[in-house]
């Protein structure tokens, strides 16, 4: 199993910028997928997560910000981020808990993606 974010890059406060991540690889299902994002010397901290179902969790930093979205096809989820921020500048990386039979999951990460906010 192997997550492949992309999306990230150079914006400028008040820009947008979209992120895409999808699951590829041999797996019976998905549950849950999510963004975190990691900014130097910080921890990593959750942005918004999804269920299956698209039931969603963001951030209160994201919150009428951020909209996270999935594509149960595609194994794929997305996260649109408008009214940019410097302090949005981080390493995002997406996260999934995925299952290799129906009762066998484990919780995956992707390498990440870097965004940069400048002011």
């Known amino acids: 199993v192997q997550l492949q974010a992309s999306g990230g890059g150079l914006a400028q406060a008040g820009g947008s910028l979209r992120l895409s991540c999808v699951v590829s690889?041999?797996?019976?299902?998905?549950?849950?997928m999510g963004w975190y994002r990691q900014a130097p010397e910080k921890q990593r901290e959750l942005v918004a997560d999804i269920t299956r179902g698209g039931i969603t969790e963001y951030a209160d930093s994201a919150k009428g910000r951020f909209t996270i979205s999935r594509d149960n096809a595609k194994n794929t989820i997305y996260l649109q981020m408008s009214s940019l921020k410097p302090e949005d500048t981080a390493v995002y990386y997406c996260?999934?808990?995925?299952?290799?039979?129906?009762?066998?999951?484990?919780?995956?990460w992707g390498k990440g993606t870097q965004v940069t906010v400048s002011s």
């Open positions: 690889g041999s797996f019976f299902g998905i549950n849950s």
């Open positions: 996260n999934a808990h995925v299952y290799s039979d129906p009762y066998t999951g484990m919780e995956y």
